[in-house]
C-alpha cells in the first residue's frame, strides 16, 4: 500500500457501439495480450447471436446476467490462534462487478467446442435466464458464508 497519496482509478471510457461502461469493462475483462479489437469482435458478434436467438435487447440480457451472477457474500481465511477460519465477509461493489465478469468469462472460455462468441452468447444467456456455471459459482459462494456464519463475529 502506497504510503503517500492515495490511488487514482483510472476512467474507462464507455464502449463506441452502445455507450456502457460496464460492457467496456467486460470487454476489457475478455482481452488477451492487448488486442482490443478481437476482444470487441467477440463481444458484438455474441450480442448479434443473442438478439437473434433471444430476439431481446443484448445490453439488457447482459445487465441481467450481471445482476444474476453479482455475490453479495464471500468467505476469508482468519487466523486465530493456530485455527484458519473462513470467514464471512460483504464484498465491496466494484469487487462484486468484478467477480461477475471473471466468472461468466472463465465459464464461458471452459464451455465446449465453438467459436469464443458463441460460448459467450450461450453463457450470458444462460446467466439472465439464472441457470449456467457461473450462477452455480455464485450459490456455492453463498452456500460456503452462509455454512460458515458462525465465524462473523472474528470479522477483520
Keep these: 500500500m502506497p504510503r503517500r497519496a492515495r490511488i487514482q482509478k483510472r476512467v474507462i471510457l464507455?464502449?463506441?457501439i452502445y455507450g456502457s461502461v460496464?460492457?467496456?469493462?467486460f470487454v476489457n475483462c475478455i482481452m488477451l495480450a492487448g488486442k482490443k479489437?478481437?476482444?470487441e469482435k467477440i463481444v458484438y458478434d455474441s450480442f448479434e447471436k443473442i438478439r437473434r436467438s433471444s430476439r431481446k435487447e443484448p445490453l439488457d440480457v447482459f445487465d441481467q446476467a450481471i445482476r444474476n451472477v453479482t455475490p453479495i457474500l464471500e468467505v476469508?481465511?482468519?487466523?486465530v490462534g493456530g485455527a484458519t477460519y473462513q470467514v464471512p465477509v460483504e464484498i465491496r461493489h466494484d469487487r462484486r462487478q468484478a467477480l461477475a465478469r471473471r466468472w461468466i468469462i472463465r465459464y464461458a472460455r471452459g464451455r465446449g467446442g465453438k467459436s469464443m462468441s458463441e460460448k459467450l452468447a450461450?453463457?450470458?444467456m444462460d446467466a439472465a435466464n439464472g441457470v449456467g456455471a457461473s450462477i452455480?459459482?455464485?450459490e456455492d459462494t453463498h452456500k460456503m458464508a452462509e455454512s460458515?456464519?458462525?465465524f462473523t463475529h472474528f470479522r477483520y
Design 136 to 138: 452455480k459459482r455464485k
Design 76 to 79: 476469508k481465511p482468519k487466523r
Design 22 to 25: 460496464g460492457l467496456a469493462k
Design 37 to 39: 479489437s478481437i476482444a
Design 148 to 150: 460458515n456464519k458462525a
Design 14 to 16: 464507455p464502449d463506441p
Design 122 to 124: 450461450g453463457e450470458l
